[in-house]
């Protein structure tokens, strides 16, 4: 494997302590937490030997259920039992169009929709944290202790709300996430490691509930993304859909209950699922009122009545491509990911569109969960010889602001290689103007009503001056998670005026500790242990981390510059041993401190060695 | 803060884009130079190589590494690296006090956008790929002769083809849109 030999010129020989990351898929259908096991990417199973959690969660009688006994609950307590919760995600009741496909009992929320459940009034969010936590407490299971921390992937295409409602919800859970990483991305990583491949692919992603395509450069250990797009509410649930509706068509069934909707939607998702290798299959099932629905569907059949979902696919693909100036002939193959993809009819799309037969060699339903697992693995610090790969990924929806006559200035362009910063500069229209209403918001449409608002803040204390004399700067930072932040700042006259908000469609961080608070998920005591083994966490990384600098580049530090680091160090490492976190926390930020020039020293001379052309020799080798 | 002196030195942000990855600031330049480089940088200081880093460093990575993917961004484009490079000669190509289009260029943009229309509105998706396709063709040429106007320094006909291929760009832009509406 080539790709894998690569190394840095300057790699310590110093092992570092392992750290206990993982990745986390979090599936509209089914979930899966995977680590890096020796070098390798494994699914940590339950205690059964399942990898995959169903992505279900009940609200029972004497609590909270997740995965396999929630499913059994599916039909005998529909309002309770909250599947394919990823379709909710950063949603207001407005923008789900298929509301009514849902038994459940919806009320509007700050932002997001709510749902109303035996256990009282639950948000997505807290609905996919049951099932993140459960996911935690098994990798903490297997892999005997906390969790330094997690990688959590989202599907590309998911915007600024989704995204911000995803990290908030593995925040609920109790996860350090390190990262949000796109779902393509991911499998691209397990996939790229795991055949050394060089060249540009397309990963077609056909979940649950979520469609991506994403358009990748893999060229010498550098995974570059260079166009996505997608349907956040496009997956195989909907193909489940088509067949339910032929049923109940079919067999001339009127309205059914939730419990008999449900028992329907799960015979379809088998029918589907046994179309994958038969021409032909039965849907048969007794309803509670007694009728009886037996049919016989065959492929074709199956086929014929989904063309339109199959070629909803396909739009994504041709704008994926037209973004990155590529054409069908230009990909050198396409990497299948998502249970869905296993449909014929999908394969069969695929391979005519591109003119190749698509690649299926990873199992489609692990693929993203260890690809996660690897990225984990790296920024936790395990970063190990052969991990000299980077990843290199984008934004999927412009950003930008609201101007004059309700129209949208895009200020971050979709495609946009992440992390970004980017400002423009706007001016008042009003004499004597001392205030503006900053309205931000994601999607490519001319009109702000067609785009999602993601925020709304003013800036205020302007100073007074003619219509058009004012330069207020605006300020979009969208950080490696595919998260935005945004400021605002008068530049004229010297006055500072500036804010920072964040999109507020998820939760704020006090929301965030209530719910924390409430679902104690943590006790007092287990909060404390908690900061003490996570400053210990700390603190072990920077001591590995400043030994292997001083290790390797020592020379850049005069006398008494080493004796200050060495010293602070010292100490770091005593307290390390000791139970006084908020000691240990004083002396961690000191040695931070005493380093903070040799860091950069350091990033300098590795710059320089790299702009020299030392390191790219070293990589045309590989 | 000594840190942000110290980075400020190594990504010197008062460096052109060009300096930055170490190329002559020239229009015609080696691709894969650029992108050899824009990588070998990346490498350097992408957040995720700083991810078990102090937060200052975390904090700077993260700027960097911006600075650098907004750099590249600009350098790999061809029009935005005519912009690019007339700017640094102090010429703001899209300045509103330069809006002369040449005539004919006016005319037949004019032509171009009825079709665009009318294509549009009876939803004829291949004829909008076929003036996609012509739109692209049309820009490649003008970009050639853009090279050329920068390579013996006529600013003033380079200013004029920037602004003549922003233009096309726009076309460009509105029929991937339309193109893009009649597929969903």
């Known amino acids: 494997m080539a790709l894998l030999q690569i190394s840095e010129p300057d790699a310590a020989a110093i092992p570092r302590p392992q750290h206990r990351a993982v990745g986390i898929d979090l599936g509209t259908t089914n979930s899966l937490v995977a680590t890096v096991r020796r070098g390798i990417a494994v699914a940590l199973p339950d205690v059964e030997g399942r990898a995959l959690l169903p992505s279900v969660v009940n609200y029972g009688a004497s609590g909270a259920t997740v995965g396999y006994p929630a499913v059994e609950a599916l039909v005998s307590d529909p309002q309770n039992t909250i599947v394919s919760v990823k379709r909710l995600m950063g949603r207001g009741l407005a923008d789900l169009a298929d509301a009514r496909r849902f038994p459940y009992r919806f009320t509007e929320g700050a932002g997001m929709v709510q749902l109303e459940t035996r256990a009282g009034i639950r948000t997505p969010v807290e609905v996919s944290a049951e099932i993140l936590r459960v996911l935690r407490l098994r990798a903490e299971a297997s892999l005997g202790g906390a969790l330094d921390g997690a990688v959590v992937t989202v599907p590309a295409y998911f915007d600024d709300a989704q995204r911000q409602a995803t990290k908030d919800a593995a925040r609920l859970a109790g996860l350090n996430v390190l990262r949000l990483l796109n779902e393509p991305t991911a499998a691209a990583i397990a996939y790229g490691l795991d055949n050394a491949s060089e060249g540009i692919y397309a990963v077609f992603d056909l979940g649950g509930g979520t469609f991506d395509l994403s358009i990748l450069k893999l060229s010498r250990g550098v995974f570059e993304v260079l166009a996505t797009a997608g349907d956040t509410a496009l997956g195989g649930d909907d193909f489940d859909h088509r067949i339910y509706c032929w049923a109940l068509e079919r067999s001339r069934i009127g309205p059914v209950s939730p419990a008999d909707t449900r028992l329907l939607m799960m015979k379809a998702r088998e029918a589907k699922e046994n179309l994958t290798a038969h021409a032909a299959t039965l849907f048969a099932g007794t309803l509670s009122t007694g009728e009886r629905v037996d049919l016989a569907l065959t492929a074709a059949d199956f086929a014929a009545m989904t063309e339109t979902l199959v070629g909803k696919t396909l739009a994504p693909v041709r704008r994926a491509l037209r973004d990155a100036k590529l054409t069908p002939r230009d990909i050198d193959g396409v990497v299948m990911v998502g249970g869905a993809t296993r449909m014929p009819q999908i394969q069969k799309a695929v391979g005519a569109f591109f003119g190749t037969p698509p690649l299926n060699n990873l199992d489609p339903d692990q693929v993203v969960g260890l690809g996660a697992a690897i990225q984990a693995n790296v920024l936790a610090g395990n970063r190990a010889e052969g991990d000299d790969w980077l990843l290199l990924d984008v934004i999927p929806l412009s950003l930008g602001i609201e101007t004059m006559g309700g129209l949208t200035e895009k200020i971050v362009p979709r495609n946009a290689t992440i992390p970004i910063a980017r400002a423009q500069e706007f001016t008042t229209f009003k004499d004597g103007q001392t205030a503006m209403a900053i309205h931000v918001v994601q999607g490519e449409r001319e009109k702000v009503s067609d785009c999602r608002s993601l925020a709304r803040f003013e800036l205020r204390g302007i100073p007074p001056m003619v219509a058009g004399a004012a330069r207020i700067r605006v300020q979009f930072q969208v950080d490696a998670d595919g998260l935005l932040s945004v400021s605002a700042r008068e530049q004229t006259m010297g006055v500072e005026a500036a804010v920072a908000v964040k999109p507020s469609y998820g939760l704020s961080d006090a929301d965030i500790a209530r719910m924390l608070e409430e679902s104690q998920v943590h006790a007092a005591e287990d909060m404390e242990q908690r900061a003490l083994t996570e400053g210990r966490v700390d603190a072990e990384m920077l001591i590995a981390a400043t030994e292997q600098a001083l290790a390797s580049d020592a020379d850049l530090l005069d006398a008494a510059e080493r004796g200050g680091i060495e010293s602070a160090l010292a100490e770091v490492r005593r307290l390390a041993g000791a139970n006084d976190r908020h000691a240990l926390a004083t002396a961690t930020a000191a040695l931070n401190r005493a380093t903070e020039p040799f860091a950069a020293r350091r990033m300098n001379r590795n710059v320089s060695r790299a702009l020299t052309g030392r390191k790219v020799d070293t990589l045309t080798q590989g | ?184």
């Open chain 2, 1 to 184: 803060m000594r840190l942000r002196r110290e980075l400020q030195r190594l990504i010197d942000f008062s460096q052109d884009y060009f300096a930055l990855f170490g190329l002559a600031p020239r229009y015609r330049f080696d691709p894969e130079q650029l992108e050899r480089a824009y990588r070998a940088l990346q490498r350097e200081i992408h957040p995720d190589r700083h991810a078990a880093g102090d937060e200052a460093q975390r904090r700077l990575a993260a700027q960097s590494s911006a600075r650098v993917n907004e750099a590249y961004r600009a350098l790999k484009d061809p029009v935005e690296r005519a912009q690019y490079l007339l700017s640094l000669r102090g010429i703001d190509a899209l300045a509103e006090t330069n809006t002369a289009l040449p005539v004919e260029f006016l005319e037949r943009e004019l032509e171009r956008r009825e079709a665009v229309a009318d294509a549009e509105a009876t939803g004829d998706a291949p004829r909008l790929d076929d003036l996609l396709r012509t739109v692209r063709a049309d820009g490649s040429g003008l970009e050639s002769r853009l090279a050329e106007e920068l390579d013996r320094e006529s600013w003033d006909a380079a200013r004029d083809s920037v602004r003549e291929l922003k233009f096309l760009a726009k076309v460009a832009d509105d029929i991937e849109t339309a193109l893009a509406a009649l597929e969903s």
